[in-house]
């Protein structure tokens, strides 16, 4: 007897196709065609393949061909034993957050780093430690990868000193069959050409935070002479596109800059760069102007997949996951964590001066990286009811685990809400490559 996953969502995007798709299962996305839709709608959970075959008039073998079909994906099984995302045993990859310095050369009211512009950048103590500490993770644990993510304050005011510990690192970890991956988390208002020419060398990547288009960005991301930094930043993203760097912008949504989202969805768009839409952390958001804005932004979206745009490979929303899955929100707790200007270490980067449960620091000789993720603070598994049964569980993975209210994400009914309309832009994207290819 055929059963549907539990995790299924299944919808039409027209009257000739539709969509599947296993909630708990990567890479599950299927579109159907209007009988495929109408035999999956047909599974009751109680009927067997032949009764179901008769019922719609169709073959046997045809039906337990498609059937065997969507079985490897688990979108249907003939048992009750279907999957979820599970966290591994272990891990041979780590990911941090490495805080380079407090100093910032904007001005933004809402940032959360409570100890910005309270001292200088990160020691070449604390550098050299790391590296050590690099080193004895990929020893004893086995390490074969780690990703760092330079952030701040603004990490670019720190380039003196990280250009010289960049290329030391990747040599010294490569020796020990360990690749080191750098990105830059930056407000992009530094580059110059000495940093462009370092970056294609050593394969350095950029998450830029971009508020809007214009006076939208300008009224928020502000030089301390309260000019705006748009154009400056503007031209830096095309400058390091022209130079083939890897590029991603990130956007906090907050009721300052909400009404600008079309115009950026536009612009980024044009640009053809990945982009990731937040919702802000810790205050509060006007949901009807932000469903609002969200859907025009969707329905240009819908336009530019229609003229050929990658959506599904350039838009992110929030922390949501819908084709890898997962069963943690980020790396924090179980394969990375966030390393202060000090030494100290942290669960997320968002504590960052403040008192913490855990208290650790990379000068420990008593654990190694590894071991001090495993003996810190684990917020990641602290999930409601709700959250652990419903079926966008391993979509959303309940959100940031730092901002969880009442241990799920305050956007809950948000992506309840988006997360059928990414998949429904997903089946245009899917069906417009279909038809390019004279599939259908």
């Known amino acids: 007897m055929p059963k549907k996953a539990p995790g299924l969502v299944i919808q039409l995007v027209n009257e000739d196709y539709g969509f599947v798709v296993n909630c708990s299962y990567p890479n599950s996305f299927r579109i159907l065609n ?83 512009n309270t001292g200088k950048g990160m020691p070449d103590t604390v550098r050299q430690q790391l590296l050590h500490k690099f080193v004895e993770a990929v020893r004893i644990k086995g390490i074969k990868q780690i990703k760092l993510r330079l952030a701040g304050g603004e990490p670019m005011s720190q380039f003196n000193v990280w250009k010289t510990f960049i290329p030391e690192a990747m040599a010294v970890l490569a020796d020990e069959g360990c690749k080191l991956e750098v990105a830059m988390i930056t407000n992009l208002t530094m580059l110059t050409d000495e940093i462009v020419e370092f970056s294609k060398k050593y394969s350095i990547s950029y998450g830029v935070s971009l508020d809007g288009v214009g006076a939208v960005h300008d009224a928020t991301r502000q030089f301390r002479s309260g000019s705006g930094s748009f154009s400056l930043v503007d031209a830096n993203i095309r400058k390091l596109l022209a130079n083939d760097i890897s590029i991603s912008v990130n956007t906090v949504i907050s009721n300052h800059n909400l009404f600008g989202l079309p115009d950026l969805t536009r612009y980024l768009i044009s640009l053809d760069i990945p982009y990731r839409y937040s919702i802000v952390k810790g205050e509060a958001i006007n949901a009807e102007f932000l469903n609002d804005y969200l859907t025009q932004s969707h329905d240009i979206m819908m336009e530019a997949i229609d003229a050929g745009w990658k959506f599904s490979k ?99 009914s948000l992506y309840h809400n988006f997360i059928p309309t990414y998949y429904t832009l997903q089946a245009q994207e899917r069906l417009k490559l279909l038809r390019n290819y004279g599939m259908m």
């Open 314 to 412: 350039k838009y992110q929303f929030c922390d949501l996951k819908p084709n890898e899955l997962g069963f943690q929100t980020c790396a924090s707790g179980f394969s990375g964590g966030a390393i202060y200007v000090d030494g100290s270490f942290k669960y997320c980067h968002v504590q960052f001066g403040t008192e913490t449960s855990s208290s650790a620091s990379i000068f420990s000789e008593e654990l190694d990286l590894v071991d001090m993720i495993e003996n810190g603070e684990h917020h990641e598994d602290i999930k409601s009811a709700d959250c652990q049964k419903c079926k966008y569980r391993s979509v959303c993975t309940s959100g940031c685990p730092v901002y969880r209210v009442n241990n799920k994400d305050p956007q809950c």
């Open 34 to 116: 209007r009988t495929q839709y109408d035999i999956l709608m047909a599974i009751d959970n109680e009927n067997d393949i032949q009764s179901i075959a008769d019922r719609l008039d169709i073959e046997f073998e045809d039906l337990e061909k498609l059937l065997s079909l969507l079985g490897k994906k688990e979108i249907i099984r003939f048992d009750d034993n279907f999957s979820t995302p599970q966290k591994p045993d272990e891990t041979k990859s780590l990911n941090f957050w490495i805080h380079t310095t407090n100093a910032c050369n904007l001005g933004c009211s809402y940032c959360y780093i409570l100890t910005l």
